[in-house]
């Protein structure tokens, strides 16, 4: 197949992600938080855009837009996410809706294009009612039981409310229907600094990281913070921030080479000045793309809270509250990326895994997956910092056109 350079419109790609950022508008970042003013005005403006690339589409009855092509020949699926994380940055989620709207105006009418490309933005990705439940959605992996489930993690709000205050109550949920693609492609930003640092352009998204997420909880003894003697105190709080440094001792030497682990957030009851924590918890996560990794790991926080409970002073419960697989993109998705890469970015890539979750590690479960990363300046993200130099938007949306041509052409 020659290289040949598509017709893409690195101006019009700037200008509609200027559009979505200006929805919303925050700092020099986004607010759009699932389902607020602000995520609803993004996902109409797409629709907006979807016929001038042949598609079609509406929002189903979890905030999804999946949209079609009634062109003939293979179906490519293409997206990401219009929402954000709280007070955050403009280019997480956008930048994948973006090119693959791109990609649909320039591939879709081109007759010489055996196929199309068919755009979808998923609802909530980042989390704020749970864990990927637009495009798990879309795979048939959510129950109507695990949206009367759903809350805001913000406001508490339930989705169903929420579903109803944005006129989204009763329509139906928008599923696969498999065999219609060939597979499914997704951009994003890097989210941390190997690129830049490095001085290429493109990543090839190997992997996508499984998320193991903890609720580790600390019993011990309320009591007063001035009278208390310290040799019969049991502060959870103290053995809480004791556990803590243990993992950070431990976990290096059972880890794997690109193992990530936070300690998201600390509570501790009542949480008052003058009184010793009768209760403490954390929220503790682990970040990997091989299971074996997290099982050693998992096995270690279970014998580090088998000491910390014989020693008798508080007790401790390591209670696994996710479980998130990790995903391997497809090897062919990943060498049309190579090679559109090294037809138009001078083979600046390379192969990488991803530390963050996203949207394709869930559509990989029904058919094949790639992602393709550009540069972040300073590796930041969620953050209104959070952002891509103009000219690397524009030669991310080059290669992502033309890995899309390349796949739709095998």
Known sequence: ???????????????????????????????????????????????????????????????????????????????????SQNYAGWLDGPLGVVYALEAARVLNPDPDIKGAVEVAAWCDEEGHFGHFLGSRSYVGGVTEADIDAARDRTSGRTMRDSLAAVGLAGRALVTAERGRHIGYLEAHIEQGETLESSRLKIGIVTSIVGIWQYRITFSGEQNHAGTTRMAIRKDAGL?????????????????????????????????????IPGRAEMLFQIRDDDPSVV?????????????????????????????????MMDAAFQQAIEDASDALAGGKSLRMPSGAGHDAQVLATIMPAGMLFVPSIGGISHHWHENTADEDIVTGAQVFVDACRRLLAK
């Not at 690195?10 to 950022?21: M, Y």
């Not at 042949?54 to 929402?83: F, Q």
């Not at 000491?307 to 390591?318: D, F, K, M, S």
């Open 1 to 83: 197949m020659p290289d040949t350079s598509l017709p893409v419109d690195g101006a019009r790609v700037l200008s509609d992600l200027n559009a979505l950022r200006a929805i919303g508008a925050y700092k020099t970042g986004v607010h759009k938080p699932t389902f607020s003013d602000a995520h609803m005005g993004s996902l109409h403006w797409l629709i907006e855009q979807l016929p001038a690339a042949g598609l079609t589409a509406s929002i189903d009855g979890i905030g999804n837009v999946v949209s079609t092509s009634a062109k003939a020949g293979a179906k490519l699926l293409a997206g990401s996410h219009l929402e």
């Open 239 to 275: 053995a809480l921030a004791r556990f803590c440094v243990a993992i950070d001792e431990r976990f290096p030497k059972l880890c794997g080479p690109r193992t990530v682990w936070t300690a998201g957030r600390i509570t501790l009851d009542p949480g008052a000045p003058s009184i």
């Open 295 to 327: 099982a050693r790991l998992e096995a270690a926080l279970h014998g580090m809270a088998h000491e910390v409970n014989a020693q008798g002073r508080c007790e401790v419960v390591v209670e696994c509250i996710r479980k998130g697989a990790p995903a």
